[in-house]
């Protein structure tokens, strides 16, 4: 894999850092990746992109104390996307929720990542839009209890849109390409223009 990036910013006691790494994955387990998010019975649910509560602000989905708050920006009616949920554990309730049946298929995936734990797992497809729309910054995992937890992004396809994370750093969605940084760095993702949709795998782990 080839190195693409490597930015840092300091943060109370700690570096917090941004990699990305193009060709991230070999050319036959990047294609059957792809495949299987193509089967016919791969299944999405359309979701908020950022699930709000009345005055716009990130709908939080534990009850641990935050420094930071975040508010959607985009058109409220942009606000949506489809998601795939391969795996979640709610550390809140010690609860977990494993039930895609496509788990195996991203298997190599996840091995490469070579993870301690995970969090959350999940497919997303943002669809095309007239133009390229930040959604805004945002990030659930920037209480203690997810203190060096990690966001890794793999994009599934080469298009026009981006995420941006809280420092600056602009990684463009080029397909192949892996994004690593903090968990509890907030980061906007866009909607594309150029395609008739974007999609990445994204993996929250320790």
Not at 17 to 44: A, C, H, M, P
Not at 81 to 98: A, C, D, G, Q, T
Not at 103 to 132: H, M, N, W, Y
Request: glycine content about 4%; charged content about 25%.
């Amino acid at each position: 894999r080839n190195k693409n990036n490597n930015t840092q910013k300091n943060s109370g006691d700690f570096v917090m850092t941004v990699e990305s790494f193009d060709k991230y994955l070999g050319d036959d387990s990047q294609i059957k990746l792809n495949q299987v998010l193509n089967r016919d019975t791969f299944t999405w649910s359309w979701n908020s992109i950022y699930d709000t509560n009345e005055d716009g602000t990130l709908k939080l989905f534990d009850n641990y104390p935050r420094d930071n708050e975040y508010k959607l920006t985009c058109d409220p009616l942009d606000n949506r996307r489809l998601v795939h949920i391969f795996y979640h554990y709610r550390s809140w309730n010690k609860e977990s929720l494993e039930g895609s049946p496509h788990f195996e298929g991203i298997q190599t995936f996840l091995e490469k990542l070579d993870p301690k734990s995970l969090v959350r797992v999940r497919a997303v497809c943002d669809v095309r839009k007239p133009s390229v729309v930040e959604h805004g910054f945002y990030t659930y995992y920037d209480a203690a209890p997810y203190d060096g937890l990690k966001t890794a992004i793999l994009f599934m396809n080469t298009n026009d849109s981006y995420i941006k994370i809280e420092d600056g750093t602009k990684i463009d969605c080029v397909y192949n390409r892996l994004v690593v940084f903090p968990a509890n760095m907030s980061y906007t993702t866009t909607s594309c223009s150029d395609q008739p949709q974007s999609i990445f795998i994204e993996v929250n782990y320790f």
